[in-house]
């Protein structure tokens, strides 16, 4: 079974960036929609983006579109998250996941069956 690794996270001021990786080892990887998930204390993991198997297509959740990019590189068997205009709302725990599905559009905890351990993300005001 793939085992998910992130990596990135920190304290950034509002209005900055950051760049999430995700690392799959063993198990498949390249045939899977991969996607991001993130957690705030108090609050349900809720989806911010996926991506389609070959990279051509992603999908984002309308809190972040147009600020982060989700992207692949599946020789490196990686996974980005480009963080760009952070704002204090996106501070949570970021999860990196991998869909039991084909469909980019199932964005349900519940279509994602391997998870990574999260990264936490902190944005100050």
């Known amino acids: 079974q793939v085992q998910l690794v992130e990596s990135g996270g920190g304290l950034v001021q509002a209005g900055g960036s950051l760049r999430l990786l995700c690392a799959a080892s063993g198990g498949t990887f390249s045939n899977n929609v991969m996607g991001w998930f993130r957690q705030a204390p108090g609050k349900e993991r809720e989806f911010v983006a996926a991506?389609?198997?070959?990279?051509?297509?992603?999908y984002y959740a309308d809190s972040v579109k147009g600020r982060f990019t989700i992207s692949r590189d599946n020789a490196k068997a990686t996974v980005y998250l480009q963080m760009n205009s952070l704002k204090p709302e996106d501070t949570a725990v970021y999860y990196c996941?991998?869909?039991?599905?084909?469909?980019?559009?199932?964005?349900?905890?519940?279509?994602?069956?391997?998870w990574g351990q999260g990264t936490q993300v902190t944005v100050s005001s």
């Open positions: 996941a991998k869909s039991a599905y084909s469909d980019l559009l199932r964005s349900t905890t519940t279509s994602y069956r391997t």
């Open positions: 991506v389609s198997w070959d990279g051509g297509y992603t």
